[in-house]
T-cell receptor, first 113, second 116 residues
Framework: ELKVEQNPLFLSMQEGKNYTIYCNYS?????LYWYRQDPGKSLESLFV?????AVKQEGRLMASLDTKARLSTLHITAAVHDLSATYFC?????????????FGKGTLLTVNP | GAVVSQHPSWVICKSGTSVKIECRSL??????MFWYRQFPKQSLMLMAT?????????EQGVEKDKFLINHASLTLSTLTVTSAHPEDSSFYIC????????????FGPGTRLTVT
């Protein structure tokens, strides 16, 4: 069974600080996604990581993938209040399964002034 | 591009009634759509995979007769919650799969179902 573990599940940080969210998964994966969810809203796609060593950056967020360690990180640089949201990583495993996604439990990020 | 819509965005129904939720890919064809359920402060749980022109594939523990899925065309999938009960109250999100080389899924805005 494919498992995806995120940590921390809750993260409270001050504006201007840096932090990293970790996403571990239990089996080989075709690709890894990071999503953002605001309260009462659906998912917003942030990054898709396709290969070992992949790194993508958008604004204050940077995601990386280490397929050998089965680990992805989402690094937050100089956090601002607008980044407050829940962040999910998800693994897409194609082994005959119609490319369905398995999600981590999510990290609730609160950025305090 | 790659917009997915859901209708309705929210619905309140009485226990025992049925509710239909539509998921449409507006600007692309989706051979596969997925239905997720999300309870408050929890992650998304895949309910079923919907393939155009064939029966849906349900995840373990999801009642097929309660959650009817029909993928009638390459742009429309529907989820019908039959004989709804308060415990079915949840946020239902669909996604549509577009194969353009990187197999992305595009998520709809979600439907908030409240069963009274």
């Amino acid at each position: 069974e494919l498992k995806v573990e995120q940590n921390p599940l809750f993260l409270s940080m001050q504006e201007g600080k840096n932090y990293t969210i970790y996403c571990n998964y239990s089996t080989t994966s075709d690709r890894l996604y990071w999503y953002r969810q605001d309260p009462g809203k659906s998912l917003e796609s942030l990054f898709v990581l396709l290969s070992n060593g992949a790194v993508k950056q958008e604004g204050r967020l940077m995601a990386s993938l280490d397929t050998k360690a089965r680990l992805s990180t989402l690094h937050i640089t100089a956090a601002v209040h607008d980044l407050s949201a829940t962040y999910f990583c998800a693994i897409q495993y194609s082994g005959g399964s119609n490319y369905k996604l398995t999600f981590g439990k999510g990290t609730l990020l609160t950025v305090n002034p | 591009g790659a917009v997915v819509s859901q209708h309705p965005s929210w619905v309140i129904c009485k226990s025992g009634t049925s509710v239909k939720i539509e998921c449409r890919s507006l600007d692309f064809q989706a051979t596969t759509m997925f239905w997720y359920r999300q309870f408050p402060k929890q992650s998304l749980m895949l309910m079923a995979t919907s393939n155009e022109g064939s029966k849906a594939t349900y995840e373990q523990g999801v009642e097929k007769d309660k959650f009817l899925i029909n993928h009638a065309s390459l742009t429309l999938s529907t989820l019908t919650v039959t004989s709804a009960h308060p415990e079915d109250s949840s946020f239902y999100i669909c996604s549509a799969h577009r194969d353009r080389g990187i197999y992305e899924q595009y998520f709809g805005p979600g439907t908030r179902l409240t069963v009274t």
